[in-house]
């Protein structure tokens, strides 16, 4: 539905239907307007005046000029608010914090509102005029920092194959050969792990990359698929990161098909989001990947390829996978 102001007439009548004490709604129906449309203007003047009376020959001008201030000037106006906002924040209380506990101290009081959103744009203009309030937020960030939405703009990479693509058989784990990939960090710029976890038996691949470059990981990525036979390569299915740019040269070289998951599904690929959990037990999150060799990588895998999983019947990945290889080698 549009939005649309009241207009002047639309006061008019409003006004002379409220001193003639007719109902909000026989109001709104005169109108043609939503009765919570009247309530609303009339609650707003009467919060901002209220000992006068709604006429429209004063109340219409000062809607126009509240249509020209952003809201939250408006609220600046109010210097009880200006000043308890200010109090919290030099105790180190979060925009979300402060908006939420003031409807708590003040639960009568609908002029003291105000939203985290409101709170951070006073900070962030305070800090153009070289305020210090921005010194109160945990980071301390003088300005909003451009926020990076996974999957989208040129994160979404050419010529993907999105999952809902993917064949129905690897939805049902039917078969051998379905991947998972991903990436799991370490200490900032230290580095990475690479994890490609096969879907039916959890068998796991991983192997250390030293930053996360699309070129480092394919090349890594590959050479971890050579142990791996030809008839246990069917698809591989990853996020959006931009490690995975060169998917085309790793489906060259693998004969994998690469499918791409929905931004914010990391369900989609379960096998490899848990099993990510449980190789941080080994490089749990903050360390430092520099001080953790190839070996060391190449253990944890070992160990969890031969743990026995529910999943699996309390079978090991290592036999799953290991006698389905067999199996297929054979026909």
């Not at 008839?231 to 995975?244: A, C, Q, W």
Request: net charge positive; hydrophobic share 30%; aromatic share 12%.
């Amino acid at each position: 539905m549009s939005y649309t102001h009241l207009t002047e007439q639309e006061r008019y009548v409003i006004s002379h239907l409220k001193v003639a004490k007719f109902s909000l709604r026989e109001i709104a129906r005169r109108i043609n307007r939503h009765h919570t449309t009247v309530s609303r203007e009339l609650k707003r003047i009467k919060a901002q005046y209220p000992y006068s009376v709604y006429w429209y020959d004063w109340t219409h001008p000062e809607a126009l000029k509240r249509r020209c201030q952003a809201r939250h000037y408006r609220r600046q106006r109010n210097s009880r608010l200006v000043r308890y906002v200010k109090a919290k924040l030099k105790v180190q209380w979060s925009p979300e914090e402060i908006a939420q506990r003031i409807r708590i101290d003040y639960p009568n009081d609908e002029r003291m509102r105000i939203s985290h959103e409101t709170i951070y744009r006073w900070i962030y203009l305070d800090a153009v005029g070289k305020g210090k309030l921005y010194l109160n937020l945990r980071r301390s960030h003088k300005k909003r920092r451009r926020q990076k939405r996974y999957g989208t703009g040129r994160r979404f990479l050419a010529g993907r194959k999105n999952i809902a693509e993917r064949p129905k058989i690897v939805g049902e784990r039917e078969r051998f050969g379905d991947w998972e990939g991903d990436t799991i960090e370490g200490k900032k710029s230290s580095g990475y792990i690479a994890t490609l976890v096969e879907r039916k038996s959890r068998y796991l691949l991983a192997s250390k990359l030293k930053n996360k470059k699309a070129a480092t990981l394919t090349c890594q990525g590959i050479k971890a698929f050579t142990i791996v036979p030809k008839k246990m390569r069917h698809t591989l299915t990853v996020d959006n990161g931009s490690e995975f740019a060169q998917f085309k040269e790793f489906e060259k070289k693998t004969g994998l098909t690469i499918y791409f998951a929905d931004p914010y599904s990391a369900w989609q690929r379960g096998a490899n989001e848990n099993t990510n959990g449980l190789l941080r037990q080994y490089f749990p999150k903050g360390s430092n990947f520099k001080d953790i060799m190839e070996k060391d990588v190449d253990k944890a895998i070992r160990i969890l390829n031969n743990r026995p999983r529910k999943c699996l019947n309390y079978r090991t990945p290592h036999e799953v996978f290991w006698k389905a290889v067999r199996g297929a080698l054979a026909t």
